[in-house]
């Protein structure tokens, strides 16, 4: 995990998730954003548990881990353990703690429209608003729920456009954006399923 200095005014998206597999639109996400929205760097944050999702489906912690760093493959995106080493599993209680670890630092919030389309459901997810700017990226199937949920209809009013989303980084919350030209059909769901599919060698 990258240990950012105490001066230190980086401009950081935060992609959270179980990446139980990480896959090409998790990577997809994190170049757009990198450039879009010109941060130095995204961080993957791979929580122990999703508190929607049932625990039977995981791999082991470590092994998700390890494909994050494998999928990522980028000198600016820093797989990160930190959600499991300070026993954190709410999406608020860990940016909370990473604004009080590092106050200077202007963090981002990215996540697929899929998550947008069932963010009411999400501990304290007005406050999350308050928190930071987030950044919301189309992903096939799930236009119409993202722009259909609850939250982007209360939130609507701080909606930017493709031309204020430069300065995102840098917007006062609640800000947030939605970018169209993300369109990887990849998802863990998915590939979780073909792979119990797939025939074992002998």
Known sequence: FMIPQRHDHSAVGLLGGSFNPAHGGHREISL??????????????????????????????EERLKQARRMADHPRIVVSNFEERKGLQYTV?????????WP???????MGADG?????????????????????????GYEAAAAESEAAREFSAFR??????????RA???AWTLFSETANPASSTELRR?????????
Do not use: C, H
């Open 93 to 101: 209680d860990t940016i909370e703690m990473l604004q009080e670890l």
């Open 32 to 61: 757009l954003a990198l450039k879009r929205l010109q941060l130095d760097a995204v961080w993957w944050l791979v929580t122990p548990a999703n508190p929607l999702k049932e625990m039977g489906a995981y791999a082991p912690y």
């Open 172 to 174: 006062e919350p609640p």
């Open 160 to 169: 930017a456009d493709d031309a204020e989303a430069l300065s995102l980084a």
């Open 104 to 110: 200077q630092m202007r963090f981002v919030w990215l």
């Open 194 to 202: 073909s792979a119990s599919k797939s025939p074992r060698p002998t």
């Open 116 to 140: 947008l389309a069932t963010f009411d459901q999400w501990k304290d997810w007005r406050r999350i608003f308050s928190l930071l700017p987030i950044a919301v990226f189309a992903r096939p």
